[in-house]
């Protein structure tokens, strides 16, 4: 089929916005020149914090864990071409969009700028000032393709955008693009820039959207499309086009690697000590090296869940991005307001709930930073909020130094910034900029 | 009757000279002699015989015999004798009227080159043409290239015609060697742009052989011989050495070594996956027929078992021709030639088996089974027995003081998890079933003396069924990760040429003259489905797979127009000239650039026919010759669906044909995602669409001398040229931020700029001993004149290897790029430099070339390229009496390879390699080899290409039985040396991973070049 005349109507349209969604499913394959999306970003995220390691601590994957990131790392590009690739996938909606009816325009719109702004918004916190493509660029376009815009800019773009989402924007298609989901992705955003209250009132109105907890932590997982998934990212069992291998990945040697996204000394500590509920559901000892302990969130294989598959390298589920939970916690953030501690009720109010159903039923009385940065960290383990949260809460410096001095790693402050990847510094000949630290 | 013997002396018409070596025959018998030294003969007739006389360069003679005891002849050199005919597109040439740069290559004992394919025997054959074995599985193809690497989409190989006709170049993974007469090699554009848009490349035309009048000879060859490979000590590692040299430099050994010399196990994995092969070949053929119809038909069958574990390959070949005189106006004929191949491969790669320990068995036997841990992985190998694979985690957790497995933990000796190597190999099965169908029809009507028509429609269908299992065993994942692959392509391929032709003399001068239209079309269609998850390997039907993990199908056509026209003169055989033009209109392009023109125009002067040369004794022949002319490519590569090269990951890969073949087109694929729990369809975009994509345009000028002096006992030819080639049609790497990360474009300008050189000596030619000498060299200069905005690009082909390539003008187009080293680290800040076997460390410390005291990408530099310098062979051939033995020396020198091969046979990954961050000193200055020119080494090459030693019976004893007119037995060698540079550690230098065009040269340990030892037997009768 050729482009040439297509997104000329809705139902063409319409299949320009799945294929957004398909660019953030990523390929479930092994070679190295797909894009992985979705499915590698532990390494960037998880594997950066004082979460998750290899098991082997061997090849380009240990890189992440020891703070040894290079320019040439194959995964940093998979996942910027991927992403790039899914705001290319918008930008072809988002450039077509005067060819729908008005009834479906501002829905279209809507579900594009939410995935663009959701991919922008991971690219600027990973990587930093980066390039701004708004629209489909040709390759010769070398300007706007190498040039980095400052990550301010990139913040009011994706403000923009997520703006417009929200008000074109409904609640009916949980969980893809939301008016909910566009609210408290929009409301971390605020809360990244510090503008506490303007999160504080979305993720108000998140809370009126009939989200609700599971009263079985392990549910949240192994129950697709539960009342608390605000946004996730879809996969389907046995389907090579539509699983995801990352699941089989951080399982022992049934993937393409021998374990990755293994549970680190810290994160069982933390876990074991303030878990609650939550801890048997998050980690467990690999069967087979019974040294080593596991990710027990997303196993593919049904032994937890439902949604089973044959092969665990076409494992069916979800990623999660935005939970109600991470609302929850949010709001407590945001009434916190970059303050040391909170006793305001409402913030009390929303730390209960997510303390309740771990098991911690006594009542709070009051939340420094410290502990809601710790609750988040075993509420949210494993699921890439981690490293964000570091940063977000000012911490990640401190943290990592001392998590990297005790592991024998070898953090510096310019690994809170991954590497431009070197393939697009090599072909910008000269005009695209190097992140400190990577030459 | 009675017979008498008749004898005489033969001597040449321009001194009265004896001539040696005369041939003798009686017309229309199977007697014949020879003369000798003093030019004597004598033979064995009656009266009324027909005795021919007959000598390369002079004319020939008969006489009757009318009762004459005493028959002299005199020889007249003939000045058309230099007239061995030549193919050139769409027509034929005197060679003293060429005027451009064609190699004819006549097979006389190619087809005894023990090789599974016709290319495969064309190394070192012709000058300018570089044939590299760059894959070494049985029947895979070399890689080809004329005169440098000029365009530089990634199909940068020649154009194969066979008997006038365009082929598929897979086409000679099928033919038959004894069918073959000969190859002619167009290698300047004013040769090669009579095939316009596709000349670009040079091309390689063959002539099969056709039937003869006269009686129907029977021929029948056949070889047969055992192929092994050239292994690399370098990538031998022993457990034994490895003890020795760790208890010199620390007085004792570590718990390791000592457990694995236990194991008793020190194997050098080079010896099981090269296991050798023969190799044998039977060609049968009739020819004959009258003087109005004659006829060809051959049948061959070839059994090539390959060097590498699992590979082989079967080839069945049938020919038949007909060649028919209606009257002696009209001729037509036919020919037909189906095919079959069955090729089993190697489905692994050479380097991950070959970076295995040599304390690893292959099996578990009734020894090394006590070592087995039975209580690691969970208790994975619980039930172990004699005759598993043996995988390394098995013996891992040895207890060294008691001297059993521990259950707690011991010495710990695996590096991974990974199945056994061989086990990845030998339980898989691969496979690729090639049927093919070439055939052609012309009918010939000859309008008056001078012109004629000619039509010829010729035609090939090609179906390639490829399958692969990967059975349980085969993975570490087990029965859900067993899978079937079924892929089933088709291409019909038709060509349809009409012809006028017109040829005439005017007192002194020539003229020949074509014009002509092809029209010519492909259609394809793919279709391809996967099922995984299989309980055993009993079956493996797709049906009996879990599920049905992927299924593909698309459709693509090609077609190609075009309009031909050539003209020739030549004036008293001395002033030619020639001009030709092609116009072509093909599919790929937009509207705007659907049509090329590709004009040559080429000019000679034969010296040596004016008169002040003529009675010259020391020149025979003198040619200058100037040719120019233009050709072009519309072959794009951004995928492959050519089933005979293998790719990098050992997936069976679709390529992006589409692209490839609507490249100005944006072409959408469907695509899926999960919305709401249901699978949606969607449209994805798969390139960006270029609709001013245009022909990649190559211009060439050449000037060559031709020359032969003494009776050509010397002669040869001289050729330079220059080549410049632009529009260059590329897939170019771009920024991912357009969401793509290539896109097709016209870029560039690259030159090709080189000498030819071709030398014939005949040394000695007497009745019972001759010798003749060919040398052939050429060198090539290949340099990026201009890439516009993408000059000075870095590309990297393996993201998770990412040596750098660079794209610099005034450079090779793909040089290395990286840094250079300084000096390896100390033994001493290595964590433990003995572990594993064999094992390097992959870092090293490297130049601060701007002396800045950093080391950054400011310090990287051009590191070498991946294109030789110079190449050349010589070969030798002698008959002594019933004797004869022929030799070429074949060399390559001056380019270099990236091995990569290296990082993985010597564990380059091993985090016990690592220097230690506390104590070693510099670590700013340290890189890992990868990126510097560690691993760039100099590929050149001496290889005995082929030797052959034969022996003919003599005609007297071939002749008493009247069965045979020609028996030879002979034995034949290929590789018997084979030297590399002293760096260079691989086992082929000729071996290249990926011919990506920007980033060229790259070799993961590859496969081996091999040693064929061979006899054979050629019979005619």
Redesign the interface.
Known sequence: ????D?YRNDQ?LE?????I?????GENS????DNHSTQVEYYLTEMRSDNTRTK?????AAQFESYDVQA???IV??Y??SF??V???A??VIENLDNASDANRAKFEGEAKFLRAYAYFNLVRLFGDI?L?DR?????E?E???TRVSASSIYDFIISDLETAVVSLDNN?I??ASRAGAQALLAKVHLTLGNYTDAQVLLESVMQGGFALQSNFNDVFYK??NSEIIFAI???P?????SQNFSAEWL???GRT?GVNYVTTEARAALDAMGGERTQYSYRQD???PTQYQVAKYFPNGELGPDYA?????AGN?WIVLRYADVLLMHVEAIMAGGSSTSAAAALSSFQKVRDRAGFTDPVTSITKQELLDERRVELAFENQRFFDLVRFGVAQEVLSSFSVDN?Y?FQSTDLLLPI??????????LLQQNPGY? | QDSFIVSGTVITGVDNEPIPGVNVIIVNSTQGVTTDFDGNYSLEVKNGDVLQFSYIGFTSQTVIVNGQRTINVTLQEDANQLDEVVVIGYGTSKKSHLTGSISKVVNEELDQIPVARVDDALVGQVSGVNIQQTSGEAGSAPTIRIRGTGSITGDSGPLVVVDGAVVDSDFLGSMDMNDVESFEVLKDAASASIFGSRGGNGVIMITTKRGKEGRTKFSFNTYGGYKSARQSDSYYFSVAETAERELAETGSLSDKTRYMQLIGTDRDWQDVIFDGGFITNYALSVRGGSEKTKFSTSFSYLHDEGVLLTDDFKKYNLNLRVDTKLSDKFSTGVSLTPSYTNTRRFDGSTHDILRQPPWLPLYLDEYNIQFVNRTREGGAYADAKIGDYAVQRMFDDYDLENGMPSTGSGTDISDTSNTNPAAKVLERERRDFKFKLYGSAYGQWNITDDLNFRTNFAGDFQNTKRTRWQGVLASRNGAAAAQSDFIQHNTIHLVWDNFLSYNKEFGKSEISAIAGISAEGWKNDYSSMTGTGYDSDLVQSINNATLISSATQFEYEKRLLSYVGRVNYAYDNRYLASFSIRRDGSSIFGSNYKYGNFPAASVGWNVSNEAFLENSKAISNLKFRFSWGVTGNDRLNTGNVNPNVSDGNNTISTGDAMIDNYPYLPLLDASTAVINGALAGGFNPINIANPDLQWERSVEINPGIDFGFYNNVVSGSVDYYKRTSDQLLLNNPISATTGFTEALVNLGEVQNEGFEVELRVRWITKENFSWNTAFIASHNENTLTDFAASNGQIQNVDTKRAAEWINLEGNPISSFYGWVVDRDIPTEYIRDPYHPIGAEPQDVYVKDLNGDGLIDDDDKAIIGNPYPDFIWSITNNFTIGSFDISFMFQGSHGAEIRNMGDQYLFNHFGSSQDFDPNTTPDQGFIKEKIFTNDIVQDASYIALRNVNIGFNFPKDWTSRGNVFTNARIYAAGQNLMYLTADDYTGFNPESIDNTSPTAYGYQRAGSPIFRTISIGLNLDF
């Open positions: 089929v050729s482009g040439e297509y063409e299949k320009g916005v799945i294929n969604y398909d660019g953030l499913q092994t070679s190295s020149n082997s601590q061997e090849g380009e040439v790392n194959g590009y998979d910027y071409r790039y690739n705001i290319y996938r930008n072809v390039p493509i489909v660029v040709s390759p010769l070398k706007v393709q190498f298609y969980p893809k697709e499309r879809e996969y389907l046995n389907l090579s086009d539509d022992n040697a049934v021998v069967v087979d090296q044959s092969d665990p390298r076409l979800d024998g070898n990847p070197q393939a697009e510094i090599g072909i910008s000949n000269g030459n």
